[in-house]
């Protein structure tokens, strides 16, 4: 029952680096999500693929990129990372039932910071 | 953007007492959600609504989908201290079902 894991849990990079975060679900659903939280401001939402080979700018992109490899699995690239992006990064996935109803199970986050 | 004004920002209340926060937005949703987070862990949904007025309770919590579709609420009865963490609002803006956007949360503490 792992649910969505996430890894690294902590990172921490020099400025200009690069890195990609992880993210598998193992529930078969088609919607993942990256969000970003930062103190006082919430989640926010950098990007979400809605199936397999789809993915969609959410709030936050710019300085992110994304791949939705597989089903299941849906990664976020920092090309070069700024302090600006230190934050912890969640991972989520979703899925909608036959009546439409959904809910969002998240990883338990990445700790990131930019130094 | 479908941006989500929650409200209060924080909580200090004492156990045994009441909670009520909530959730606006300019834009209709579809979906209202509540999540609560712990430290250090991801958010975890507590309540779902899916319908205009809908009206659903989890225990001791209660939440309700307005009937404009552009507000939320979250009340928490007889709080115990386990009740402490970060509340959200969430939800599915009626434009795109696979996007979902969060509040900025309230932070609620209880006093035993």
């Known amino acids: 029952n792992a649910g969505v894991t996430q890894t690294p849990k902590f990172q921490v990079l020099k400025t200009g680096q690069s890195m990609t975060l992880q993210c598998a679900q193992d529930?078969?659903?088609?919607?993942m999500y990256w969000y970003r939280q930062d103190p006082g401001m919430g989640l926010r939402l950098i990007y979400y693929s809605a199936s397999e080979g789809t993915t969609d700018k959410g709030e936050v992109p710019n300085g992110y990129n994304v791949s939705r490899l597989n089903k299941r699995e849906f990664s976020l690239r920092l090309e070069s990372a700024a302090p600006s992006q230190t934050s912890v990064y969640f991972c989520?996935?979703?899925?909608?039932?036959?009546?439409?109803?959904?809910?969002?199970?998240f990883g338990q986050g990445t700790r990131l910071t930019v130094v | 953007g479908q941006q989500l004004n929650q409200s209060p920002q924080s909580m200090f209340i004492q156990e045994g007492e009441d909670v009520s926060m909530n959730c606006t937005s300019s834009?209709?949703?579809?979906?209202w959600l509540w999540y609560k987070q712990d430290p250090g862990e991801g958010p975890v949904l507590l309540i779902a609504?899916?319908?205009?007025?809908e009206l659903t309770s989890n225990g001791r919590l209660t939440a309700q989908f307005g009937i404009t579709r552009k507000d939320s609420f979250l009340n928490i009865s007889a709080s115990i201290p386990s009740d402490v963490g970060i509340y959200f609002c969430?939800?599915?803006?009626?434009?795109?079902?696979?996007?979902?956007?969060f509040g900025a949360g309230t932070r609620l503490t209880v006093k035993p």
């Open positions: 989520a996935s979703s899925e909608a039932d036959r009546a439409g109803n959904t809910e969002a199970f």
């Open positions: 609504l899916y319908k205009a007025g």
């Open positions: 834009s209709i949703f579809n979906t």
């Open positions: 969430a939800g599915h803006p009626m434009y795109n079902n696979n996007d979902m956007r």
């Open positions: 529930m078969n659903h088609n919607s």
